[in-house]
């Protein structure tokens, strides 16, 4: 049996779409914290059971009878490494011969403001006990569809990542990364730095949406303080404002422009391109 925590979400779902072209459908657990949400998915013989990371209770119960575990990180920051124990005690309970969890590139190092709780949880996994695999998953594609829409209708896309570059890839093709990770073979105990096969810069970026959508659009690079500022006098939250500049400065560092080839050889294809996502997203 191979559990999905956080089936529901934008990745967890792609998951378990992917794991159905692999495995038979009551072979797949979809753990969600509100499973009406996931109906669709029980009418496909999926089974579905109630998995709330603030809840231990409901966990021992989802992971009953699992062989795998995948651990999709949480979403509430600031809470993740009380959440992802309750998950990892859970599968160690349940002695599951494998814990799967999406982390991000280069946890061990990075200066990222998201690094630490991932950081964190990859410790606790470690010193659980339990086989792991961790996939350490560079930016989505899809993160950049907001900001590409803004910039299509202001015409100018404003960062502070210098020309730094971006080696993301799609949801779609980490989730197959998870996929085979949870049916193949060969993967005890082992960290994937998985990115996408090119990387991009914000320059890029804005002739990319110029491209797909036919207007005008160019990357306004600015100070770090300036561009506070104008994310400010935007409305963003305070809090919010500092994650965006810092991992801007995490980008201009180089920390998310290895093209390491771990993910396209996981899933046995190039990686999905950054123009490929905007063109389904926002193309005429």
Avoid: C
Wanted: no cysteine; hydrophobic share 45%.
């Amino acid at each position: 049996m191979i559990v999905v925590t956080g089936a529901t979400g934008q990745l967890g779902r792609l998951v378990v779409e992917d794991l159905l072209t692999r495995v038979p459908a009551g072979q797949i657990v979809a753990a969600v914290r509100t499973p009406e949400k996931a109906s669709d998915l029980a009418e496909r013989g999926v089974k579905v059971r109630e998995a709330d990371y603030d809840r231990p209770q409901t966990l021992t119960s989802a992971f009953e009878g699992a062989e795998k575990v995948l651990l999709i990180s949480g979403s509430e920051v600031g809470r993740r490494v009380p959440q992802h124990q309750a998950v990892i005690d859970a599968a160690r309970q349940a002695g599951v011969s494998l814990l799967a969890y999406t982390s991000v590139l280069h946890a061990d190092t990075s200066t990222l403001p998201v690094a630490p709780e991932h950081r964190a949880t990859e410790e606790a996994i470690k010193a659980s006990g339990l086989t792991y695999s961790l996939l350490r998953n560079g930016w989505y594609n899809e993160n950049y569809i907001p900001t590409a829409q803004q910039g299509a209708a202001a015409g100018t896309i404003i960062g502070s990542a210098r020309d730094g570059r971006i080696a993301a890839a799609s949801r779609a093709d980490y989730a197959a990364a998870a996929a085979v990770v949870l049916t193949g073979d060969g993967h005890a105990d082992t960290v994937y730095e998985l990115s996408g096969d090119t990387a991009f810069t914000m320059a890029d970026l804005a002739a990319d949406t110029a491209a797909v959508t036919g207007v005008p659009v160019v990357y306004q690079d600015l100070p770090a303080d300036a561009h506070a500022k104008a994310l400010t006098e935007a409305g963003v939250p305070e809090e919010f404002v500092q994650m965006l500049v810092a991992i801007d400065a995490g980008t201009a560092d180089g920390q998310l422009a290895d093209t390491t080839g771990e993910l396209s050889r996981l899933i046995g294809r190039p990686t999905t391109p950054l123009r490929a996502t905007l063109a389904a997203a926002l193309g005429n």
